[in-house]
């Protein structure tokens, strides 16, 4: 019976995961579309190496920020739950 039930979550797991990925793909292929109409109309922006260096340094500031609100967000999650078991 126990064999049964968990024959059946894999499955269900794997039929999830297939139609995950088929939401990824059509996502993905949503945003090709719009770069593509983005850059036949003339909406991006060209980079020599001073421009684009700075722009890295940019992105790598987001970066950082992102990834330590996601650190402060799971310390807090933590907090919180280990907090719930007293």
């Given amino acids: 019976m126990k064999r049964k039930r ?3 979550c894999i499955d269900k797991l794997a039929r999830l995961e297939e139609e995950l990925q088929k939401f990824k793909i059509e996502a993905l292929r949503s945003q090709i579309d719009i770069g593509i109409k983005q850059l036949e109309s003339g909406q991006y922006t060209e980079y ?4 684009l260096s700075a722009f890295l340094q940019i992105l790598k500031r987001e ?3 992102i990834w330590l609100t996601a650190i402060l ?4 999650s933590d907090f919180y739950s280990s907090s719930a078991r007293y």
């Fill in 6 to 8: 968990f024959s059946r």
């Fill in 48 to 51: 020599n190496d001073e421009s």
């Fill in 63 to 65: 970066d950082r920020k």
């Fill in 73 to 76: 967000y799971e310390s807090i």
